[in-house]
């Protein structure tokens, strides 16, 4: 997974802080310097607010580093920023996190300590660390395989709208993965994933909707 680019989340960010941060004097010019490329500026104003203790500042100043936006960017700096910024509460630092340290950001990837932040992320309600989660517990990278784990995070990223995750639980349930098999869930899961544009969902349904029905046992 790649982290997200910082500009796209930046205002969505800013409209989920509390008051107090979103009005916080500086923080609307120095988005606005990030806009307009002037990283030594943004840098400035993000700097400052950081070390006054905004979360939201503190995250976009470790985005920076990553990104390599500012003159002496460090993958270090960045995870202390990122670190400050969860512990402030902002869930999409706790994502990063995950991701910085799956990536290897700093150098060799880390899957246990990625899985240990997106699960962190994943019961704040990210619906991205909730997917990463549960892969992890599928796949068994980061964590000790777990069909019944991966069921439960995709599921809660699944009720979150996740189209990917709605697709994986209802193939869950279909088959019985991790879960009791429910064909009766299973289609539910696959109309929400076709209603949400999943182009295979549809092609499942049919193939649910053809399928004979069991034999009664003698």
């Given at each position: 997974?790649?982290?997200?680019?910082?500009?796209?989340?930046?205002?969505?960010?800013?409209?989920?802080?509390?008051?107090?941060?979103?009005?916080?004097?500086?923080?609307?010019?120095?988005?606005?310097?990030?806009?307009?490329?002037?990283?030594?500026?943004?840098?400035?104003?993000?700097?400052?607010?950081?070390?006054r203790g905004i979360p939201l500042a503190q995250y976009n100043l470790?985005?920076?580093?990553?990104?390599?936006?500012?003159?002496?960017?460090?993958?270090?700096?960045?995870?202390?920023?990122?670190?400050?910024?969860?512990?402030?509460?902002?869930?999409?630092?706790?994502?990063?996190?995950?991701?910085?340290?799956e990536n290897g950001a700093a150098g060799r990837p880390d899957l246990?300590?990625?899985?240990?932040?997106?699960?962190?992320?994943?019961?704040?309600?990210?619906?991205?660390?909730?997917?990463?989660?549960?892969?992890?517990?599928?796949?068994?990278?980061?964590?000790?395989?777990?069909?019944?784990?991966?069921?439960?995070?995709?599921?809660?990223?699944?009720?979150?709208?996740?189209?990917?995750?709605?697709?994986?639980?209802?193939?869950?349930?279909?088959?019985?993965?991790?879960?009791?098999?429910?064909?009766?869930?299973?289609?539910?899961?696959?109309?929400?994933?076709?209603?949400?544009?999943?182009?295979?969902?549809?092609?499942?349904?049919?193939?649910?909707?053809?399928?004979?029905?069991?034999?009664?046992?003698?």
């Amino acid at each position: 997974m790649h982290p997200v680019p910082l500009l796209s989340c930046l205002f969505a960010l800013l409209m989920q802080a509390p008051p107090v941060q979103a009005a916080e004097a500086g923080m609307e010019e120095t988005l606005a310097a990030y806009a307009q490329d002037d990283w030594p500026r943004a840098a400035q104003g993000f700097e400052r607010l950081a070390r006054r203790g905004i979360p939201l500042a503190q995250y976009n100043l470790a985005m920076m580093h990553l990104r390599g936006e500012l003159p002496h960017a460090s993958a270090g700096r960045a995870r202390q920023w990122l670190e400050k910024a969860a512990a402030g509460g902002l869930v999409r630092a706790e994502l990063a996190l995950g991701q910085f340290h799956e990536n290897g950001a700093a150098g060799r990837p880390d899957l246990a300590q990625a899985q240990a932040w997106y699960l962190r992320a994943a019961r704040h309600g990210s619906a991205d660390a909730q997917v990463a989660a549960a892969t992890a517990y599928y796949l068994g990278r980061g964590a000790p395989r777990n069909p019944a784990q991966a069921a439960h995070w995709y599921l809660e990223a699944a009720r979150s709208g996740d189209v990917g995750a709605q697709y994986l639980i209802a193939s869950m349930y279909e088959s019985g993965l991790g879960v009791e098999r429910d064909l009766r869930l299973a289609r539910y899961w696959y109309e929400q994933a076709a209603r949400n544009g999943d182009e295979a969902a549809p092609y499942k349904l049919k193939e649910l909707a053809e399928a004979p029905a069991p034999t009664a046992p003698p």
